[in-house]
Nanobody, 125 residues
Framework: QVQVVESGGGLVQAGGSLRLSCTAS????????MAWFRQGPGKEREGVSC????????NYADSVKGRFTISKDNAKNTLYLQMNGLKPEDTAMYYC??????????????????WGQGTQVTVSS
């Protein structure tokens, strides 16, 4: 059974940093596009960043460009999201997802078939 498990969330003050990790089992992060999504209270799930299977070029939501960096370690089968300069509006549940495809394309929720349970990120002002 494929599993995708996130970790690294927590409570941080505005301006702080966190690094999220996503470890996959029975699925190779090297073979697919991998992404981070987030969903804040009362909001729809939105794409944060997506990494094509071959890397290193990535897509980023405008709201996180210049602050967040997505990366992966194929040997560890792990995806990361380094988040710097965090803002209260970054508060959300963050989800790791594995695409059906190798490329991010339009980075739509429907393109992603495996999802983790999420890790909460809370940024205080």
């Amino acid at each position: 059974q494929v599993q995708v498990v996130e970790s690294g969330g927590g409570l941080v003050q505005a301006g702080g940093s966190l690094r999220l990790s996503c470890t996959a089992s029975r699925l190779n992060v090297a073979d697919r596009a991998m992404a981070w999504f987030r969903q804040g209270p009362g909001k729809e799930r939105e794409g944060v960043s997506c990494l094509n299977y071959i890397g290193p070029a990535a897509n980023y939501a405008d709201s996180v460009k210049g602050r967040f960096t997505i990366s992966k370690d194929n040997a560890k089968n792990t995806l990361y999201l380094q988040m710097n300069g965090l803002k209260p509006e970054d508060t959300a549940m963050y989800y790791c997802a594995a695409s059906r495809w190798q490329m991010c394309g339009q980075f739509r929720v429907s393109d992603f078939e495996y999802w983790g349970q999420g890790t909460q990120v809370t940024v205080s002002s």
